[in-house]
């Protein structure tokens, strides 16, 4: 029974990574339709900024301080990878839109300068983070079922990113704008949104919460320069089987692959798990080439 | 949008290939150090007197690609032992002249450069490789070459050819004794946890046969992809087993997550015993030493281990590359390989091969590890097998060895269930 919540558990704690690495995606690739096979490495810079504020806060500060660090490594993740976002896009991606094979190839070899860029500034190996001490540990709800607080601090921070998406996206002026532009853009621009600006700030935004998530995945993983091209995969798959362009969509599809990964993964093998997983995504994009929520919008006709 | 499928295609086609990518980086063990240094630290050799009589020697290590994080170091302490070699007056009067070539991480370039080596350089010897897909690579190159090859690194044995020495472990150097040492001092039930490759599962099948034997069992046996990093239903299966004891043959970054959950899922070194065979010094300074304090690890050198020939090592390497750098157990099997083609070429006293083969039969070298020597059959080396358990500062404590040097056994036919393996 233990062994069975825990499982559970395990299957929600995955699909809480997925749906942190998905959401940015979701609005690059599901919103605005870039296919930007550089956001692992999004994720990547999100990863060494911890590592980089880590080291800050070990040089500088004293030891009773360290705990914050983490705190202000995600707000740092998020800007650092904000910046080189809004930087990507007004020098690159603004200038393949429409093209999807020559933003693919593009993104591609960005990805890989990224990557060689983060080598030669870290090195080749891995680094190691070492997470602040009120993560360590875990809740003990009896002997066989203790769940990590790094597990809980994770689907928490994935709660609260969702909802600031949903905010952003419904309750804010430049949501609606971002919404707008996406769906009907000549006629946003006739109203007198620049949409320029819109385009640049959505990649931008999307590119601070693969950041967000690369910060909180050095919590449970290697932090190296190919950390991004681990979790890229399963970004998309997320995005795609969740129908592109509604948040809901994402949040269904990391649920989806999180719970059933874990599922097979404990019945079979990690290997044979991973496969039965992906041969039903093809097998669900066949019956729904839209994915789980599809979304009838003018971008899509 | 019209191209929407064609989109889609293409898409699907890049994400397979990042995920091939990403397994191949997986295999990135920890080892050490940017590409650029690498570069800087190309042929020097040749500094000290007699420039028309030296004779040039090979390497040939990944350095650049997935495997440079592993090899550059090894390469390191080649090109150390080199000079040190030539500073005391080079081999039979002669300098040695290293020729550094990339193998890039790719088996085909590999073969290449063994064979721009030996034919165009004439390099008297090759040191190199890492994976066992580059020295498979190598091997049909050198054999047709003649040439010699010094492989560092340990292996999953069930390889022998007359043109490469052996200077790593080959199984029953290290995973065999490392699982008697568990059964005796551990516990009988086993855990087999490994990356989906090679070198696990013929490790795996060798300790299978072993448990059958000397009275073990086996728990479950589980393998996750190269680059895997979600850990927690693994640990969640470990859990419902029990087992005495994981032993763990994960390669690479996965190493890293695994440790990492296990500490999170609340198992300490203390209610669980795991040994790796692939986590060395390097790979403890990428996971962090407080993740891993308390495990265990074999192998036939540590930085720790304590004889004279080491602490002169250890310090002349920290002195060449820097006080953060680390010795670890390739790095040494490296750099004792060039002394002991060395000693076997003055034996010989000649650099022609099938001489230098002759005299390297049951030589011996007073290795940073301990004293090796080379085999006169298998032209592998005895070692030493140590097990240690790696401390809060990253580096292993010493808590048993073999007492004297192994004699390697790479198709296990001292072993009465060795067969088992070999036929299959």
């Known amino acids: 029974m233990a062994l069975l919540l825990l499982q559970l558990f395990n299957g929600i704690s995955l699909s809480s990574i997925l749906l942190l690495i998905g959401l940015g995606l979701a609005i690059t690739f599901g919103l605005m339709n870039v296919i930007n096979m550089a956001h692992g490495e999004f994720i990547m810079i999100g990863a060494y900024m911890a590592y980089t504020i880590q080291q800050l806060f070990q040089k500088l500060l004293p030891a009773s301080a360290f705990g914050w660090y983490f705190i202000l490594s995600l707000g740092a993740a998020f800007a650092a990878a904000f910046a080189v976002g809004w930087l990507l896009e007004i020098t690159l991606i603004r200038h393949l839109y429409g093209r999807p094979l020559d933003s693919l190839l593009a993104t591609w070899g960005v990805s890989l300068v990224l990557q060689q860029l983060a080598r030669q500034l870290f090195g080749a190996p891995n680094v190691a983070v070492k997470a602040p001490e009120w993560l360590e540990g875990g809740l003990v709800l009896s002997a066989d079922l203790i769940l990590p607080y790094k597990r809980l601090f994770i689907l928490a921070l994935a709660l609260v990113c969702l909802a600031v998406i949903y905010f952003y996206q419904y309750h804010t002026r430049g949501g609606r704008r971002m919404q707008a532009v996406m769906q009907n853009r000549p006629m946003a621009s006739s109203l007198g949104i620049s949409t320029r600006r819109v385009d640049a700030q959505a990649f931008a935004f999307g590119s601070g919460m693969a950041g967000i998530a690369g910060c909180a995945l050095t919590l449970v993983g290697p932090i190296g320069p190919t950390i991004g091209t681990y979790y890229i995969v399963d970004a998309f798959m997320v995005v795609v089987l969740g129908g592109i362009g509604k948040l809901i969509g994402t949040v269904a599809g990391a649920l989806g692959i999180g719970v059933l990964n874990t599922a097979f993964e404990y019945t079979t093998s990690a290997t044979l798990g991973k496969v039965i997983v992906f041969s039903l995504i093809i097998a669900f994009l066949q019956w729904r080439p839209s994915g789980f929520v599809s979304w009838k919008a003018r971008a899509l006709d | ?424």
């Open chain 2, 1 to 424: 949008m019209r191209n929407q499928k064609g989109m889609r295609v293409m898409l699907a086609a890049c994400l397979s290939l990042t995920a091939l990518m990403a397994g191949c980086g997986a295999q990135t063990a920890g080892p050490s150090e940017s590409p650029a240094s690498a570069a800087a630290a190309s042929p020097s050799g040749t500094s000290a007197g007699g420039k028309e009589d030296a004779v040039p020697v090979g390497i040939l290590h990944s350095l650049t690609g997935t495997m440079s994080i592993s090899e550059v170091s090894v390469k390191d302490a080649e090109m150390m032992a080199i000079e040190e070699i030539n500073k005391a007056g080079g081999v039979l009067g002669k300098q040695l002249k290293p020729i550094v070539e990339d193998g890039a991480s790719d088996w085909p370039t590999f073969a290449e450069k063994t064979k721009k080596l030996l034919q165009k350089d004439k390099a008297a010897v090759i040191f190199g490789g890492w994976t066992s897909s580059s020295r498979k690579a190598v091997l049909p190159v050198v054999e047709q070459n003649k040439g010699l090859f010094f492989y560092p690194v340990q292996y999953e044995g069930l390889e022998s050819s007359p043109y490469i020495f052996y200077t790593g472990a080959t199984t029953n150097q290290q995973i065999v004794p490392a699982v008697t040492w568990l059964l005796q001092n551990k516990g009988k039930k086993f855990f087999l946890l490994g990356s989906d490759y090679v070198f696990p599962r013929t490790a795996n099948k060798i300790i299978k046969e072993q448990l059958k034997a000397e009275g073990g069992q086996l728990i479950a046996e589980e393998y996750t992809p190269l680059g895997h990093t979600d850990y927690n239903t693994i640990i969640s299966k470990i859990k419902k087993d029990k087992p005495d004891v994981i032993f763990n043959t994960l390669n690479g970054d996965s190493n890293v997550a695994f440790f990492k959950q296990l500490k999170d899922a609340g198992i300490s070194s203390k209610d669980l015993t795991t040994l790796s065979v692939s986590i060395a010094e390097e790979e403890i300074r990428g996971i962090g030493a407080s993740v891993l304090e308390g495990h265990y690890a074999a192998w036939n050198y540590f930085q720790t281990t304590d004889t004279p020939e080491n602490k002169k090592f250890v310090e002349a390497y920290k002195a060449k590359y820097g006080k953060d750098r680390v010795t670890d157990d390739p790095i040494e099997a490296g750099y004792f390989g060039v002394y002991l083609w060395a000693e076997a070429v003055k034996k010989a006293g000649s650099f022609e091969v099938e001489k230098v083969k002759a005299a390297a039969k049951e030589l011996e070298f007073q290795a940073p590890g301990g004293k090796v020597k080379i085999d006169g059959e298998n032209q592998h080396v005895y070692k030493t097998v140590r097990i240690g358990q790696v401390q809060a500062d990253g580096q292993f404590k010493e808590v048993w060895n073999s007492g004297q040097p192994v004699k390697p056994d790479p198709f296990l036919k001292t072993y009465p269930w060795g067969s088992e393996v070999t036929k299959k």
